[in-house]
Nanobody
Framework: QVQLVESGGGLVQAGGSLRLSCAASGSFLRISTMGWYRQAPGKQRELVARITSGGTTNYVTSVKGRFTISRDNAKNTVYLQMNSLKPEDSAVYYC??????????????WGQGTQVTVSS
């Protein structure tokens, strides 16, 4: 079994910062790509940022220059540093990991979600 545990959400004023963390635990060989998604009320879940095991990153256009994704492979943890937050960044943020459990088994796992609310 693999678990992703998120932390770091909360309420912040526009222009402020938050740092999200997501730690993976359980039985697996290694983790491939890790990422952060978000879902606002009435909207579809969207990719915010992702990072490969080698450190290659991708961001949705709306957060480029404000958010930074990073990871600590030794700790199986991914981070999302969010600066210059805007009210439209408010959403439930979900961690995602592509977990390689064996030579023939790779599965997607999700965290429970953490609420980020940005007040204007």
């Amino acid at each position: 079994q693999v678990q992703l545990v998120e932390s770091g959400g909360g309420l912040v004023q526009a222009g402020g910062s938050l740092r999200l963390s997501c730690a993976a635990s359980g039985s697996f060989l290694r983790i491939s790509t890790m990422g952060w998604y978000r879902q606002a009320p009435g909207k579809q879940r969207e990719l915010v940022a992702r990072i490969t095991s080698g450190g290659t990153t991708n961001y949705v256009t709306s957060v480029k220059g404000r958010f930074t994704i990073s990871r600590d492979n030794a700790k199986n943890t991914v981070y999302l540093q969010m600066n210059s937050l805007k009210p439209e960044d408010s959403a439930v943020y979900y961690c995602n990991a592509q977990v390689i459990r064996s030579i023939t088994s790779t599965n997607d796992y999700w965290g429970q979600g953490t609420q980020v609310t940005v007040s204007s």
